[in-house]
Every structure is written in structure tokens, then in C-alpha cells.
Nanobody, 117 residues
């Protein structure tokens, strides 16, 4: 069982920055793939970024060059540094963790990010 707790969301003006954190506890190890999803009202949950235990990253095209995912395996924490924020980035951001080759994983409770124009 893995527990994930996000923090760092809030209200920011367009062009601003925020850093989200996700602290993992329980049966998590450094091999877990971790990531961030987001969901805005009326939309499906969207994968934003992922990072493997070895540090390989992927991003959805809409955030490339603006967001950076990173992790601290010693702290079992994953971060999402968000810059040049746009109103369309407004969403609830969810942390996610799963074992490699596993279909299912664990979710955090979500943290709201609101970008005002």
C-alpha cells in the first residue's frame, strides 16, 4: 500500500510559477514510476509528466519547456516545478505512483492549481 500526499497548489497569476510536492509513504521504493496528472472541470484526467526511478522523464506537449518533474528518492518525494503558467493550466493536480509493468497504481487526494488571467 502506497500513500501519496500532495502540497503546493494555490492561486497564481498567469506567467507565474508554483512548485507541487508529493510525499510518498508505505510500500514505495525508488523503482516506482511517479507522475502528475491533472483534471479540470468537465474534462478527463490528463497525464502531465512522469519520471522513472532512473530519472527518465516524459511530458505532455502542452507543458514541455514550462514544467519540470523531479524526484528525491531519499525523501520518497516527487516535485512538479511549473513555470510560465497559463489559465488553461488550472486544474486539480494529482500525484500518481506505480510499479514498473503494473497497470494500476496509487493516487493522491489532489491539489488545486488556479491560474488567473
Amino acid at each position: 500500500q502506497v500513500q501519496l500526499v500532495e502540497s503546493g497548489g494555490g492561486l497564481v497569476q498567469a506567467g507565474g510559477s508554483l512548485r507541487l510536492s508529493c510525499a510518498a509513504s508505505g510500500s514505495i521504493t525508488s523503482v516506482f514510476i511517479m507522475g502528475w496528472y491533472r483534471q479540470s472541470p468537465g474534462a478527463q484526467r490528463e497525464l502531465v509528466a512522469t519520471i522513472t526511478g532512473g530519472g527518465s522523464t516524459t511530458y505532455v506537449d502542452s507543458v514541455k519547456g514550462r514544467f519540470t518533474i523531479s524526484r528525491d528518492n531519499a525523501k520518497n518525494t516527487v516535485y512538479l516545478q511549473m513555470g510560465s503558467l497559463k489559465p488553461e493550466d488550472t486544474a486539480v493536480y494529482y500525484c500518481y505512483a506505480r510499479r514498473p509493468l503494473s497497470i494500476s497504481g496509487s493516487w493522491g487526494q489532489g491539489t488545486q492549481v488556479t491560474v488567473s488571467s
